[in-house]
T-cell receptor
Framework: DAGVIQSPRHEVTEMGQEVTLRCKPISGHDYLFWYRQTMMRGLELLIY????????DSGMPEDRFSAKMPNASFSTLKIQPSEPRDSAVYFC???????????FGPGTRLTVL | KNQVEQSPQSLIILEGKNCTLQCNYTVSPFSNLRWYKQDTGRGPVSLTIMTFSENTKSNGRYTATLDADTKQSSLHITASQLSDSASYIC?????????????FGTGTRLKVLA
């Protein structure tokens, strides 16, 4: 089992640019979560999907953020336009069942200049 | 408000020593509690999971305890090693307004020195 796969691992971009983060969950897992981690706020839930359907997006900070899950093996988190305050590590996690426990990917470190 | 508080924020110990990390929570109703280890530059990895009826759970040199009455948990690390240097995150799960949620603590940063 390859675990949760995220790409890119690092992203440096300039303010105003579009950023797309990608995630491949563990095969067979039916829940997918996007988290953001900063030193100040720790891990924050942005959105989660069940069977490719968004269930709770209340953590998405602004309309600049959007997430999609076109199929069971792929999800994207897009930020457009990006701002310096979006700089953080973004984690994708998947689970089998909502109470199955979170399996985190390695994260994408985003720096917006 | 559902909260998870961890202490201390950071901790430095010498290799070979024991240490205990604390987690207090107000999440209700409570489903389970997990301790995660997060190495620098990596995603969190689950160490232990405990349900309401469990008091103790071990994983090698890691032992977690849970007191559901006082809503407290601890993670005890025995004979620390340099590789234990990481952040340890307490995560409490429960159902709030019909929605199952994971509530994260802000973590304890542990540094083990040679």
């Amino acid at each position: 089992d390859a675990g949760v796969i995220q790409s890119p691992r690092h992203e440096v971009t300039e303010m105003g640019q579009e950023v797309t983060l990608r995630c491949k969950p563990i095969s067979g897992h039916d829940y997918l979560f996007w988290y953001r981690q900063t030193m100040m706020r720790g891990l924050e839930l942005l959105i989660y999907f069940n069977n490719n359907v968004p269930i709770d997006d209340s953590g998405m900070p602004e309309d600049r953020f959007s997430a999609k899950m076109p199929n069971a093996s792929f999800s994207t988190l897009k930020i457009q336009p990006s701002e310096p305050r979006d700089s953080a590590v973004y984690f994708c996690a998947s689970s089998l069942g909502l109470a199955g426990g979170l399996n985190f990917g390695p994260g994408t470190r985003l720096t917006v200049l | 408000k559902n909260q998870v508080e961890q202490s201390p924020q950071s901790l430095i110990i010498l290799e070979g020593k024991n240490c205990t990390l604390q987690c207090n929570y107000t999440v209700s109703p409570f489903s389970n509690l997990r301790w995660y280890k997060q190495d620098t530059g990596r995603g969190p990895v689950s160490l232990t999971i405990m349900t309401f009826s469990e008091n103790t759970k071990s994983n090698g040199r890691y032992t977690a305890t849970l007191d559901a009455d006082t809503k407290q948990s601890s993670l005890h690390i025995t004979a620390s090693q340099l590789s234990d240097s990481a952040s340890y995150i307490c995560v409490v799960s429960g159902t709030t307004s019909g929605t199952y949620k994971y509530i994260f603590g802000t973590g304890t940063r542990l540094k083990v020195l040679a």
